[in-house]
């Protein structure tokens, strides 16, 4: 069965600091995506970088990369030189063959001045 | 702009009455989703259509049933079946291949029982 695990309920991170937020999945599927969102306390789900299981190059979309482990079945979000404006739920997802998509449980990230 | 809209932004439900969320989208995407979010909970899939005049089941299909008419549309009903209703609705969309690969969600809708 396909799974999605975040294992980190909560994070603190000192602003203008870097932070990693745990994603591991479980797929049999040779192609698939990963995706991380960010979402705010307002609800909506804003995509911040995706990483495709053939790309051998990590994903990086400005202070957001990806460290995609494939073999240890990880897909970890950095976030480099914190923002207050950082604080919110983060959720990592997975794509299938099947086009079906699942998502973790979400880890909620606070950013102290 | 393109994007996603749903609406309403509320809605309130009646104990044994069915509710549409609608939801339109003008990114020429092929797939579309519904998923349901409950307090402090991730995102669990509805229902997902690749094409136009099919979908699939997700996790928590029941009580829940969607059309597929027409590309940009993908309303989903909340029948008087769904014993809980009250969550927050997204609704998503996304595009495949390429260089640009990823799934954009709509603003939500929140439901709430009277």
């Known amino acids: 069965a396909q799974k999605i695990t975040q294992t980190q309920p909560g994070m603190f991170v000192q602003e203008k600091e870097a932070v990693t937020l745990d994603c591991t999945y479980d797929?049999?599927?040779?192609?698939?995506?990963l995706f991380w969102y960010k979402q705010p306390s307002s609800g909506e789900m804003i995509f911040l970088i995706y990483q495709g299981s053939y790309d051998e190059q990590n994903a990086t979309e400005g202070r957001y990369s990806l460290n995609f482990q494939k073999a240890r079945k990880s897909a970890n979000l950095v976030i480099s030189a914190s923002q207050l404006g950082d604080s919110a739920m983060y959720f990592c997802?997975?794509?299938?063959?099947?086009?079906?998509?699942?998502f973790g449980a979400g880890t909620r990230l606070t950013v102290k001045p | 702009d393109g994007g996603i809209t749903q609406s309403p932004k509320y809605l309130f439900r009646k104990e044994g009455q069915n509710v549409t969320l609608s939801c339109e989208q003008n990114l020429n995407h092929d797939a579309m989703y519904w998923y349901r979010q409950d307090p402090g909970q991730g995102l669990r899939l509805i229902y997902y259509?690749?094409?136009?005049?099919?979908?699939q089941k997700g996790d928590i299909a029941e009580g829940y049933s969607v059309s597929r008419e027409k590309k940009e549309s993908f309303p989903l009903t909340v029948t008087s079946a769904q014993k809980n209703p009250t969550a927050f609705y997204l609704c998503?969309?996304?595009?495949?291949?390429?260089?640009?690969?990823?799934?954009?969600f709509g603003p939500g809708t929140r439901l709430l029982v009277l």
């Open positions: 797929t049999s599927d040779q192609s698939y995506g």
């Open positions: 998503a969309s996304r595009t495949f291949g390429g260089e640009e690969e990823t799934q954009y």
């Open positions: 997802a997975m794509s299938y063959n099947n086009n079906d998509m699942r």
């Open positions: 259509s690749q094409i136009v005049n099919d979908f």
